[in-house]
């Protein structure tokens, strides 16, 4: 493939914004209300130490009173906030939700319902796979234009390239969507992008890394 090929804009037939009646009630859904606890903000891998006494957490300068399935979302959609990530076997991936619903509803006892934990869940993933300045580190966010910069050149932020997080989140995005009745114009929105991304750009941005501790390196 040409490097022109992969610069040019994507055609709108292509990528249709079938989702932009959607994005309204999912801000809403997202601005908060009875499930707004203190959020990390950013639950890095290397952000957490065990020790004895259970997993601590540090590092709490992105700490916010949000939704509280956005740090749920960490685990669909590769840890977006940070420089260390990877992708995440289905079975822990699984597990980690289910262990994330069942202390959640200790407080929130709608997250006990599965239907209604992962319409939510879905829509903070939603979230992540919208915010395309987490696609470099924090002390250069704030810049909206970084999506339409991918199209330009790709950029590395630790194991990964800025290229290949964005289609691993549009990719993990489809498919949890596809297991909810919900968003489904942003659903479709995602994989268009997806497949007129995957095919313009160099096979080596097609995948993201294993974590090590599943057999990356």
């Given amino acids: 493939m040409s490097n022109s090929s992969a610069t040019q804009p994507v055609a709108e037939a292509d990528v ?25 903000g950013d639950p890095c891998p290397d952000n957490e130490r065990q020790t004895a006494r259970g997993i601590v957490f540090f590092d ?3 700490s916010v009173f949000d939704h509280a399935l956005l740090e749920a979302a960490y685990l669909v ?32 006892t709608e997250a006990a319902d599965e239907a209604t934990f992962s319409r939510h869940l879905l829509h903070a ?7 395309g300045d987490t696609l470099v580190p924090r002390a250069q966010r704030g810049d909206g234009s970084r999506l339409v910069a991918l199209l330009a050149a ?19 995005f489809a498919r949890l969507a596809h297991t909810v009745d919900d968003l489904h114009g942003l659903t479709m929105t995602a994989e268009r ?3 007129a991304l995957f095919a313009r750009w160099p096979t080596d941005v097609h ?11």
């Fill in 16 to 40: 249709l914004p079938l989702g932009n009646s959607e994005y309204p009630g999912l801000l809403w859904r997202l601005s908060g209300g009875r499930a707004s606890p203190l959020t990390h």
């Fill in 60 to 62: 709490f300068e992105a």
């Fill in 77 to 108: 959609m590769a840890f977006p906030t940070c420089w260390c990530v990877g992708t995440i076997p289905p079975e822990v991936l699984a597990e980690g939700q289910a262990v994330y619903r069942q202390t959640l509803a200790t407080r929130v």
């Fill in 125 to 131: 993933s939603a979230r992540w796979l919208l915010a």
């Fill in 154 to 172: 790709d950029w590395p932020w630790g194991p990964s390239t800025a290229r290949q997080r964005l289609l691993y989140r549009l990719r993990a």
């Fill in 193 to 195: 992008l997806h497949r």
């Fill in 207 to 217: 995948r993201l890394a294993d974590f090590p501790a599943f057999g990356g390196t």
